[in-house]
């Protein structure tokens, strides 16, 4: 081991293994501590390299939060909010955030804290013959009482983050009523009373097209006769099957409720439901299906599935050899190209408004589900047993899918339409972009806290009691708590015009987080007492003030002083 003085404030250290070498830079710059390292294997042959960092107050025991949830004691993976912060309980509020900013480090990364030691560390690495891997990572101080949320706010503002906002309040479907003498009667009595809004509506594009005619037995038969399927569903015609002509009625069925939506509200936006991954196929015939070059191998050999959603799309189809498959969108791939097509198709065919895409980041807090493709190698991702050793090299569909991400995104974006994904991207190329993520509330609690590093951390509402207007209220003030904003299910028929504490939640860019308050550019929203900064010159804002029971009591207008820009609320 070697350290030395590196520039103005800095140093480095290498350090030689017998089958790696180290070389570590740490640098202060703009108020951050800027570590970077390079692994390098020596050796003659792929080495696994299951690395650790530890971070500690000297003679204290802090707080940790581990992305952004102060509850979590260990997580396999943080990839959506990838920070540390550990807040001394002798000084109030103060401490110092960790954040991994290369992208490599962020997906190898995992995290636990115990005796007040926190650790950084990786059981999935491995490098090649000769190959090296770059890390990034920087430590913010925190001296001025901000705890986790000061920290995470200039993270917000470094990574550029507070750009895009979200328009309208993006509700997941909507609740039908049957007041009203027509169709048309029955939509505006269910939406047009809410104002601007949109709806993710219409099912799966393909999923659901395909499970349909398959789970009810109506998939393409053989003529009486001809020689017989391979398999338990002997009379499927899977040359018929695979011209997907069955998705023409779904698709003709979409366009006309998109159609039937605009005209009854005009004010309601309407975006189609589409997964990156899930395929319905024919499991002894797979490698028939136009993009079974992209499947998701799995340990032990053939494709990913998840016996839950097939059995759940599927019902007892699955016992006649149709599964839901899983495959990743590769750069160049027919997957990919299929898939962009139905994006285009949904826009300017059936004139919807923009895109959903369930599951988008591919990368979670654990590493099992759809996360690898143990088909391929990515150069970094491997199992290692307990000493370290390769067992198996695999591939991380989130960086697979990184081309996939920013090619879908940009056709929605280039028709200015809007985009919703389904959890906070991972990389960084994806996490610049203009969009609209949310995480399910339904993941948990501590979950919710993953959305931070989002342009606005939406959390989905499929979580808690949902029956009653006092029930929604509760639920937006449990993100709020947690420094999110409530993202409505079909709630449409519990709240009351334009002005409900749920649409009043928009339009919002977010300038700051924390907990309980998130001031916006467009808005302030908080369930706090207490007196606010709020940014710009003088103005005329209107305060919505709401009930325990989420009713509107009061909009009085206020007036904001220039030099002052501060407003008060009362308990």
């Known amino acids: 081991v070697t350290v030395a003085p590196y520039g103005e404030a800095g140093y480095e250290m290498t350090a030689e293994w017998a089958a790696f070498r180290l070389r570590r830079t740490v640098t202060i710059e703009n108020g951050l501590v800027v570590w970077k390292e390079r692994w390098t294997n020596t050796g003659e042959a792929v080495a696994g390299l299951p690395f650790r960092h530890r971070i500690f107050f000297d003679g204290e025991d802090p707080k940790c939060w581990i992305g952004g949830d102060p509850d979590m004691s260990a997580v396999a993976g943080m990839p959506k909010n990838p920070t540390l912060f550990l807040q001394s309980r002798k000084q109030a509020g103060h401490g110092m955030g960790v954040t991994a900013e290369s992208d490599w480090l962020r997906l190898l990364m995992w995290a636990r804290v115990a005796g007040g030691v926190a650790e950084i560390y990786s059981e999935n690495t491995a490098l090649p013959a000769k190959g090296s891997i770059d890390f990034e990572l920087t430590i913010t101080p925190v001296t001025d009482g901000g705890s986790y949320w000061g920290f995470i706010n200039r993270v917000r503002e470094r990574w550029g983050l507070n750009k895009a906002g979200v328009p309208y309040p993006i509700f997941w479907s909507y609740a039908r009523t049957e007041q009203g003498n027509t169709p048309g009667e029955r939509l505006h009595n269910a939406l047009g009373h809410l104002g601007p809004i949109v709806i993710a509506h219409g099912g799966w594009a393909r999923l659901t097209a395909d499970s349909r005619i398959v789970r009810g037995g109506r998939y393409p038969k053989l003529p009486e006769g001809a020689p017989r399927t391979p398999g338990p569903s002997p009379d499927l015609d899977l040359d018929a099957f695979l011209t997907f002509q069955h998705r023409e009625a779904y698709w003709k069925q979409y366009r006309l409720e998109v159609e039937r939506l605009h005209e009854a509200c005009p004010d309601v936006k309407v975006i189609k439901l589409m997964h990156p991954a899930m395929e319905v196929a024919y499991r002894p015939l797979k490698h028939r299906w136009p993009y079974a070059a992209c499947e998701i191998a799995t340990a032990t050999g053939g494709c990913f599935q998840d016996a839950h959603y097939s059995r759940a799309h599927l019902g007892d189809a699955v016992n006649k050899g149709w599964g839901v498959l899983y495959y990743c969108p590769r750069p160049g791939s027919r997957y990919l190209a299929a898939l962009l097509r139905d994006v285009r198709r949904a826009m300017d065919e059936c004139g919807g408004d923009g895109i959903y895409f369930d ?213």
Request: net charge positive; proline share 4%; aromatic share 8%.
């Open 359 to 571: 599951e988008f980041s591919w990368g979670g807090a654990k590493r099992g589900y759809s996360r690898y493709d143990y088909g391929r190698w990515d150069g970094y991702s491997a199992d290692l047993d307990k000493a370290g050793t390769v067992v198996r090299l695999k591939a991380d569909n989130a960086h697979i899918a990184e081309v996939s991400q920013l090619e879908i995104v940009r056709e929605v974006l280039m028709r200015n339409k809007l985009f919703l994904g389904n959890g906070t991207g991972v990389l960084r190329s994806v996490n610049q972009l203009p969009v609209a993520r949310f995480t399910e509330g339904g993941n948990g609690h501590g979950k919710m806290a993953s959305g931070h590093l989002a342009n606005v951390p939406l959390v989905l509402g499929n979580f808690g009691s949902s029956k009653t207007r006092k029930d929604v209220f509760k639920n937006v003030k449990e993100c709020l708590e947690i420094g999110a904003v409530y993202s409505p299910m079909p709630v449409n028929l519990l709240l009351e015009g334009p002005d409900n504490f749920v649409c009043k939640l928009y339009p919002i860019t977010v300038r700051t987080l924390g907990a309980g308050t998130i001031l916006g550019k467009e808005r302030l929203i908080t369930s706090k007492p207490g007196t606010f900064a709020w940014p710009g010159t003088q103005a005329r804002a209107r305060m919505y003030i709401y009930d325990e029971n989420g009713d509107l009591k009061s909009k009085d207008i206020v007036t904001l002083t220039a030099g002052e820009n501060r407003i008060a609320l009362a308990a």
